[in-house]
């Protein structure tokens, strides 16, 4: 950072009053300040629209209450959650709640420090070697949050001489990630192998290249084609990193994501994930079987000056990351309630994403009919997510569902019944698939 010099003071005919080592002109006029909030005024503006349009602030809206992992009242009105990214239903899991309780009546509610300044708890130890093993992969970092893994380990990775590649459809931890590091940053088009290919055949044997991409991404629930990126990535001698925050406990026989259920576990030097989706709390990881993963302890910003997560956390996500690995039940509901809403909006004309996941994006022709479709949703009693450009891939205004192991078939026909609404209302504007 730029050191900034203090100015001299201005002379005055008042006493200059010194406060420790500052020079004060008491009683002098205040000088202006020039705007410092004008640059962020189209965005209220853009934003008091949508708060117009839709009658309610589709970014502070209230929970009044949570009645279960996929209920509760907003507005008064008991909705069906449809956009909580709780894909197993695990923020309940009776087992989680009682291993976190009891972490916390013996620990305290919170570290009040990070594991570089105040040590690591034993709860933080054991975690990351559980999800070792959970991955059978060598090495494990916790980190606070998803976000602060990909910021707190691709920052750490990617020094000034390397190059990092990631896929244009990345998540903004990714992209802050990147700002964060010093290495060059290319972005290749959305899963497109051979756009990625081009750019690391231009780029010398010698530089460091890591190749980032999502197992299943966020916001329109495709998958990543992992074999073929990976075919690229050994062509040109790059790294490869897996953020699968969408896709533990969501794919693959023990839950791990698409790097086991393509059986591409080994061809991936790194996967980042975190607990606030399926494992339904919050923390974050990076796993790999680079032993000198353990220097990022010592490398990586948001590794060393945040606090580590609380013990009650932690206990929380190890019993339900168990839950993920032994009982597939879970995902086999999972996966029938996302045949059933998947193929039912399909049914109804809706342009549903290319791939069938938990994740089902519908592109609205424009971000005035997705506004009122997200509020026609709301007043049948479904919360979607709402996502807006400039926050969505290629700009495009989407009603973004996401599915749970939790719902039940009464609550999803309520959601089709609901789409069905949207749908008349934007006839004739929506690219039927
Ligand atoms: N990666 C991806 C692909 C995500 O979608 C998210 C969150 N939406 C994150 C990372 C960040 O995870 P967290 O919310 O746990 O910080």
Redesign the pocket.
Known sequence: MKPISSPAPESSTESAVSLNGVTAQAHAAPVAKPDIFAKLRPLRNRHAHIVETLGIDPVGMRIERLDSPTEAWIEGRRCTLMGS?NYLGLTFNPAAIAAADEALHASGTGTTGSRAANGSYAYHQRLESQLAEFYACKRAILFT??????VGFISAIAGKDDVVLIDSD?????YDGCKLGEATVYHFRHNDPEDLARRLARLPASVNKLVIV?G???MLGDYCPLKEIVAVARRYGAYILV?E??ALGVLGETGRGLTQQTGLGAEVDFI??????SVGT???FCVSNHDELETVRIASRPYCFTASLPPSVVASASVSLERIRTDPSLRQKLWANTDFLYDGLRALGLPVGPDKSPVIGLIMPDAESALRGWRTLLDAGVYVNLALPPATPRNVALLRCSLTAAHSRAQLEVVLAAFERVRDQTAGLLAVQ
């Open positions: 990214n949050t998803g976000y602060q893994a990909n990345s998540h903004a931890s990714i999502e299943i991404y966020s953020d925050a969408h980042v994930g975190t607990f606030s989706k919050i923390g974050g």
